[in-house]
């Protein structure tokens, strides 16, 4: 069996935490481990080299940096950061995205993966623009909220601090969260998207939404023309299920830690009785399929390995 060597540059942080464990395991995978050479230039400049792939959990400008290290022409490279998500150069590694995606990724040497609330956006808003159901230049609102370990160390040591009092929080209060581009772009929009994301008292899991006026739409779409372009857009797919429309109407409430510890996303399309609005819902781990799941996931494709290993 052939062994793959990875590097996970940010081992530390919450992301690369959950990457390690999800590979530590495993038996065709060779992971390099710095420990405490983790901040040795040198060691780093080494390891970016000398592995089959790379995994970069870093902030932004730390994640550049890292790839103007790296000379070695076959290592494939895996960002967590938004460093690189609109960047044409890179390819955006939501696999089930569009039907050539898993090609794209499985032939690039720079895969981009996705942010967490973008994967769920993307997942809703990418098949009903695609279909005509939602123009592109229409004006759409995102909701969300995530557990407190997608604001990484900060905001997780703010929240389980023993005199913590906060249960929830809106916050990208001026409207220039910067997952906007990447959530416009990979959906299929021209028009930027409006972003109002929140975070709760819990560790992780994510709910994000999109509320639709279907009688202003051009062609007023019913609720069941939307749940069939997702039905059509994920028909196979292994991580991502559309909910039937009996079992999302039957439904008095959706809990956002309900996937954690999983790969999955889950889509469900809620309408009032009357046909005239329509409530899109994403539910997935913000740690999982947004986030380390997917890189795990995205490693293997870009590996020529079975997709699914290493993920439930």
Known sequence: M????????????????????????????????????????DARRQALNAADAVILCLPDDASREAVAMIE????????????????????YGFAEMDADQRAAIAASTRVSNP?????????????LVKAGLVPAEWPVTVNAVSGYSGGGKAMIAEFEADDASTAYRAYGLTLKHKHVPEM?????????????????????????????????????PSVERLHGALVEAYEGQRFVEVADLEETEALTGIEPEALNGTNRLRLHVFGDRGGEQARLVALLDNLGKGASGAAVQNLNIMLGLDEATGLN
Not at 119 to 124: E, V
Request: hydrophobic share 35%; net charge negative; glycine share 10%.
């Open 184 to 220: 416009t772009k990979h959906s299929g929009l021209s028009r930027p998207v409006l972003f109002a994301p929140a975070v709760g008292n819990y560790r992780q899991g994510m709910l994000v939404e999109v509320p639709l006026h279907l009688s202003a739409l051009p062609e007023t």
């Open 2 to 41: 052939t062994t793959h060597t990875i590097f996970i540059d940010g081992e530390a942080g919450t992301t690369g935490l959950e990457i390690r464990e999800r590979l530590e395991a495993r038996g065709d995978l060779d992971l390099m481990l710095l420990g405490d050479r983790r901040r040795d230039v």
């Open 72 to 91: 070695n022409p076959s290592v494939k490279v895996i960002d967590a950061s938004t460093a690189y998500r609109v960047d044409p150069d890179w390819t």
């Open 115 to 127: 942010g967490c609330y973008p994967t769920g956006f993307i997942a809703l808003m990418r098949p």
